[in-house]
């Protein structure tokens, strides 16, 4: 471990960097389960998981140790040869995927793996147009970009991609009437979980609809899985939550415990319809991330942690019953309905040592803690966090 208290890392990334993050005003040295430490050494508590991906906490020993022995072997060839890392994750995913999702793409983030399933849509449907939800949050680049709706970031580059519409999340047959008077439509992008939008949640009924909607017209139907996928719900995929299944499945954070892999699940059906040179990419499927990603995978399996997510939902509304704090959400992504704006409290808790994140919605704060997180953390937080609010 390297610490030079004398350099002002802050100044040298501001000095740097193109300034397109907001940061806290912290230097974050190490990691450790759940716990982050600044070079000053002061302890952090992490449940926002490093933006909803270090599910097994920070620099878990199994994933570490996999990414050191594969560093040692073969860091990286491209996908022009076949390679053992790559070949286990991909049948281990495929393993843990929900029945039917047999093939796998692999790729390097989740806007790219919301990328590559639009394209596959594309491919499939032989059209163009594309339905979002409000609300709903996809990625950064142009294709994931335009099917986000959030204005400030989609407004400034909204030519990327004209032909995407947005109808209202939970509602069916807003859908339906949106694809009676544009059946050309190739794909219905949606978060099971509208995370950066409260941690919004709809009845499972209403997935049910959109799947037998989506058939109606023909159209692809996208669960974007980024941050429900993994198991952070209390199953792999959300989709086992609500008795049906969408055509494609896109995962990323989680799925390298904090190294860099996103990828995209098919059916057969699908899978074979694609050929040689349809998707690609020189890093997608690497050495490191399919080692990270293997390693993830069978220590969430080995130690039947999926099981964990919703004894921390229930821990915290437990903690939380007396208080005026109304939860949403499902497993280990969170939000907290809070009686006052959430930015201050979520930069009280920060300077007291707890991460937690704000969202798009005022008053609600969410929290993405590491599954393995102890359900007797998750009551100190409230404490801290009835503490905070009444103060
Ligand atoms: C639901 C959802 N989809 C897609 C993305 C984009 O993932 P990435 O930042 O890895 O490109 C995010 C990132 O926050 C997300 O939350």
Known sequence: MTTNKDADWKAIEDRYEASTYARYPVVFERGEGIYLFDTDGKRYTDLYGG????????????????IHR?????????????NPARARASERLVE?????????????????????????AWKITGRTKLVST??????????????????KL????????????????????????????NPDTAAFILEPIQSINGCNTAADDYFRQVRSICDEFGVILIFDEIQTGVGRTGAFSYCEHTG??????????SLGSGFPIGAVLMPERIGSQLVHGDLGSTFAGGMLA???CEATLKEIADNNLIERAPLIYDALSAALKDS???????????????????RPVVRELFSRGWITGTSDVANVMRIMPPIITPTEIITEFAKELNDVLSS
């Open 244 to 253: 049906m299944k969408p055509d494609l499945i896109t995962l990323a954070k």
């Open 96 to 120: 843990m995927a929900p029945d039917g999702f047999d093939r796998v793409f692999f790729c390097n983030s989740g806007t790219e793996a919301n990328e590559n399933a639009i394209k596959i």
């Open 324 to 342: 005026p704090v109304t939860l949403s959400g499902k497993g280990c992504l969170i939000g907290l309905k809070l009686p006052v704006e959430s």
């Open 154 to 181: 989609r407004e400034p580059f909204q030519f990327a991609l004209p032909d995407v519409s947005f109808v209202t999340f939970g509602d069916a047959s807003a859908l339906r009437e949106h694809l009676i008077t």
């Open 70 to 82: 594969q560093a040692g072997q073969l860091m990286f060839y491209s996908n022009v040869v076949y």
């Open 134 to 151: 409000l609300g709903g949050w996809h990625g950064r680049t142009l294709a994931s970009l335009s099917v986000t709706h959030a204005p």
């Open 290 to 292: 399919s080692a990270a």
């Open 51 to 66: 933006h909803c991906v270090a599910i097994l906490g920070h620099s878990p020993k199994p994933v570490t140790d996999a």
